[in-house]
Structures are given as C-alpha cells and as structure tokens.
C-alpha cells in the first residue's frame, strides 16, 4: 500500500474518466512508476472518484445503484506506459480464450504518408496475445464483466490490428467490427481543439482574447478567461456534469442556453490560469465560439474541416451510435444505459466514432498541413500544465511523447494512446462499464512494445448461508481518527459520503448501502474479507476475528478508511 496522496496529475486525469476502475496491480504499478520518478505532490483526493460514489467520467453522471468503493490510477498519469512491472498480482487463473475477433482488415484512409518513424517491430503474435488477455475478463465474475467493444493497434498510420469482442447489443448476436460506432465521450475533445487552433491558424481567433470577444453574451467573468484557458482546462469554470442540476437531455435535444445554465453564473473554482481542473463547461464553451466564429452549427464545422480531411465518414457530433451502451445494476447483469441526446454534451463529449475512423484521425495528426500544421500539432502535445496540452494529456518514456484520452458517457467508455515517437497508437471502444478501457489500452501498449502483462485479478467468491452472513449487518461510522487522518487526503465535502454506511442482508446476499449512492453486492472471500465485484481495489474486512463485529475497514489502494460499528 501507499501512504502518499495522488499527484494533482493523477488525481486529475483520474477525473477525466468513466464508468468502472482499473485492476488493483495496475494502479500499484502506476503508483509505484510514480514513486521511483519522485514525482509525489501533495493534494486533496476526491473521494466520490476514488470510492466510485459518483462513477468518474469527464462527461456523465453517477450510474444508479452502483456504489464501488474502488481506487484507480491512469494509466499514462504512471512514470510512461510501460513502467517496470512489479508483479503485485499474484492471483493468475487459467486465461480463457477470447471470443473470435470479428475483423482483421486493415484500414487504410486515403492520405499522404506520415513523416518517418523509428523501426518497431511489433510482436508477431501480438493478435493472440491480445485475444488471450482481453478473453480473461469475466472468467471468475460472469457475463457482465466480459469485454465488449473493440481494441486497435496502429503502426505508422495503418490500422494493423483491430479485434472485435463482444455484442454491440447484448440482446442480440450483433457483432463488433472496424465500422461499428461507439460514443466516444471526452475523447470528443481532441477534435474540439483541433477545430480551434485551425481557427486560430486562419487569423480568426486569438487564444490570448477573453471568452466576450467571441461570444459576448457571456457573464462579465469572461472578461477573465481566455481561449486559451478554455483549451487547457485552466479556466476555472466548474465541469457542468458534476452539477447535481445537470440532469437535462435525456428525453429531448437540449438548447445550448440551458446547458450555459447550468455553470456560468456560479463562482470559478480559481481564478483563470492558476490552476488545473477538467471542465466538460471549458470544451462546451469552445463549441460555441467554434459557431460563432465559423457562423455554422460546430457539428456542421467539424465534419466539413476536420473529419472529412481525415477520411472519417462514419464519426461525427450527434450521430446514432449503433453499438448499445450498457451498465451493470445491483444484480450485476448488464441492462442497457439510460443516454442523454448528444446536444447535453456538445463539443465537450457528444461524439460518436469508429476504430477505423480513429486509426484515420491518428494518421491525420501524424501528417502535417492536412488538419493543422507542424506547428501547431506540436502545440497540442505541449504541456501546459499538470501533464495536460491542448485536448490531450501528455507523457513522455523512452519511446518519446505518449498523447493520450480518455472518455465516457452513460453505457461507454473509451480510451486513445498515441506514442508520438515511434508511430505506435493503440485504442479501445467499450459499449458497457463494467471494463476501464484505461487499463487494457495499457496493457495492449506493453504487448505490443513486447511487454508481459498479467490477466485481470478475479477474486474466487466463498459461498456463506444466510445466517452466517447476518454477523458482518450492522451499521457502522467513519471513527474519529479515520477522519482526521482522511481529511488532509479527502476533499470535505466528499469525505461526507463515507462517514455512514449500512451493511445489510437480502436473502443470501450481503450488501453494502452508502447514503445517496445506492446499494452495491458484496461477495467473501474469507476471513472476514469482502470484495466487490468490479474491477475495483477495494477490501472490506470485519473485525476483530472469532468475536462480535465491531469495526469495518475499507482498504482502498493507499486509503483506509476504519468505520467502528455503531449499537
């Protein structure tokens, strides 16, 4: 375990994200890279993210009755993407086949070659490899917590493997391929960005110009914040879908006025350019200057000047998705996911996507002058601050610069890593939660750099009967010097959550209830020792020993969290 708080980058780019949390050896490896570069920072951790209170994706909201008391660490936020491994999982089953892949052809965009790259020979087994991997998921858990969606490797710009797995409708046998569309969530972003800076390149925008040269009706604070505030997250503006108001579009389009709404009458978290925070309200903001700007609908201006000189036909803001989104509910059975129009999101995360279209926008950023020029894809890859660009994060290991995203909405979630310096990119589509798309395009990165990876940690579950299950109920509280210890790690009013929880029985079922948050099914493992059933690291164990409960400890990765049973 780790007794330092996150980084501000880790905590940060752990906001950026979605639905479920990577396995526990993953995040010790993160954490563990990040030790050796000594690169440790003081900071407030978010509890709701870290806990899975409020499911962390940079656009979405929390997923009804899933309450994962998780831990996760991202995996560009580590020292590179392929920190020594540490071998902290020692739980290794048999891995299961995966199912057939359901697309092997490669896809080539109609574009001029990209400029030289250094050799890099990838695995010649690397499709079995990654077929052996990403068919482990589920083998201890079930059918939800399968991989459904799709992995893609790109060397120097040609889509060279792309797996499908999976249904794009678990209700029916619909198949994954190259060509099935995805919501990509905040990877939206990276386009977004794009579409700026080419407005910026033609002498239409100024990034040093406050946010009411462009649209003027905004608050006077916009006065303060600047273009480039909004490109690189230094804004200060609260992300809108961390709002507990933000609950519009779900049953019709939503106007751009009642998104504004929502965050730009509150007060700023910082003042502009002082700090770092992910806001989905910064990147909808730029979709309106885009419009202003341009004086045409921002999905009409992207497809016209960015995904139509990339050879990208199938990806666009508002498109139906034809893969479903799901979730997993407190029976752990995937249903699909309620979805929000693509108008509550915008330029922020309303984008639907291909891995074939994204083999193409790799390919495309990698050949200057066809949707920016040299100079200004090197600005974009350029921190700012906190390991974050322009519409990318940005890591640097002995292949060079890694520029990488990730995203989700409801039922979604997906993740892009393109190490700039040897032509490497890989990317995974999920059409569920129930798998961080962060921690396998990790992994498939290690194979396909001729890493070993370990298969997802599935804990074997040990059968309890009723009675033997009514000794952990009970409620508990967070003790007093759990929450002095907690508080210089927590933020205040997310250490709130946790400070009660119940613990209560349902048949032969053990649940565990968080205020607000719903309910979420534990499972024994022995030795008074709980896990939950996501890819989570989280522990609970009752103590003491042989003797009436009287206290539950939460091991989160480098957080314990000890909460004494109240009478």
Known sequence: MHDEPRTDAERRALAAFTAAEPPPDFADRVLAAVAAEGQREPGHVPLGRLFGLGWPRLAGVAAAGVVAV???????????????????????????????????????AALPPGPPTPALALPADLADRVDAYVGAFGRNYGDAFKFHGVVGVVKDGE???????????IERDSPIDADTKFKI???????TAVAVLQLRDRGLVDLDAPVRKYIPDYPALGNRITVRHLL???????????????????????????????????????APGTDFDLSNSGYFMLGLLVEQVARQPF??????????????????????????????????????????????????????????????????????GLVLAQKSLDEMTTVVR???????????????????????????????ARFLGDGVTVFVLANTEAVDTRAIAYDVAQIAHGGDVAPPREYDEIRLSSAQLGRYVGTFALTETSHKQLKGLVEDGELLAIEQVRVFRTGDRLWMNVPEHGDKWMHFMGDDRFFFKDPSATIAEFGPPGAPVAHLTLQSGELRFILKKKE
């Open 70 to 108: 998780a831990v996760a660490a991202v995996a560009a936020a580590s020292a590179g993407w392929m920190p020594a491994w540490t071998g902290l999982s020692r739980h290794v089953p048999e891995v299961m086949p995966a199912e057939p892949a359901r697309d092997d052809a490669p896809v080539t």
């Open 159 to 169: 889509l060279v493997l792309t797996r499908g797995y999976g249904r794009a409708d």
């Open 185 to 191: 969530g905040s990877l939206t972003q990276t386009f």
């Open 232 to 270: 690189t997250h230094t804004s200060g503006i609260p992300s809108y879908t961390d709002a507990a108001v933000f609950a519009v579009g779900h049953t019709r389009a939503v106007a751009a006025a009642d998104v504004r709404a929502i965050f730009q009458d509150i007060e700023l978290e910082f």
């Open 299 to 368: 999905a009409d201006y992207l497809r016209e000047n960015v995904l139509a000189p990339a050879g990208m036909k199938n990806s666009g803001v508002g498109l139906a998705a034809t893969a479903l989104g799901h979730e997993f509910d407190e029976n752990e059975v995937l249903v699909p996911a309620a979805q929000r129009h693509p108008s509550a999101y915008g330029a922020a995360a309303g984008m639907v996507s291909t891995a074939a279209d994204l083999a193409r926008w790799d390919r495309a950023l990698r050949t200057p």
């Open 386 to 416: 906190d390991e974050y660009g322009m519409g990318w994060f940005v890591r640097t290991d002995a292949t060079g610069p890694i520029a990488w995203h990730p995203g989700g909405v409801e039922g979604y979630n997906a993740t892009i």
